[in-house]
């Protein structure tokens, strides 16, 4: 059982930027990634970046050159958020695949843990 925790949401204004946390009980150790989803009121949960085992990050079109993904060694998974906007307002949720990596990373249905999520608000 994986255990996950995010922490860093908060308020900003258009322009600003916020740091999400994630602490893992356990990363993948081979095959699998890390990844950050989102969810605003009333759509679907929408995956913003995810991050294999050997390091190698892919994002969504809607973020990418504005977010970047990162790990440390400490089992720790960040999100940096700059430019954010106020279409970026979520729930933002920390999520591990121990399964397969590769173009599942993007996919939520191979992630099978989930941590409880941290709010994001952009006001304009």
């Known amino acids: 059982q994986v255990q996950l925790a995010e922490s860093g949401g908060g308020s900003v204004q258009a322009g600003g930027s916020l740091r999400l946390s994630c602490a893992a009980s356990?990363?993948?150790?081979?095959?699998?990634?890390m990844g950050w989803f989102r969810q605003a009121p009333g759509k679907g949960r929408e995956w913003v970046a995810g991050?294999?085992?050997?390091?190698?990050a892919n994002y969504g079109d809607s973020v990418k050159g504005r977010f970047t993904i990162s790990q440390d060694n400490d089992n720790i998974l960040y999100l940096q958020m700059d430019n954010l906007q106020p279409e970026d307002t979520a729930i933002y949720y920390c999520?591990?695949?121990?399964?397969?990596?590769?173009?599942?990373?993007?996919?939520?249905?191979?992630?099978?843990?989930w941590g409880e999520g941290t709010q994001v608000t952009v006001s304009s």
């Open positions: 999520a591990a695949n121990l399964l397969r990596g590769g173009e599942a990373c993007s996919v939520p249905a191979w992630y099978t843990f």
């Open positions: 991050i294999d085992s050997d390091g190698h």
């Open positions: 356990e990363y993948p150790a081979r095959d699998g990634c």
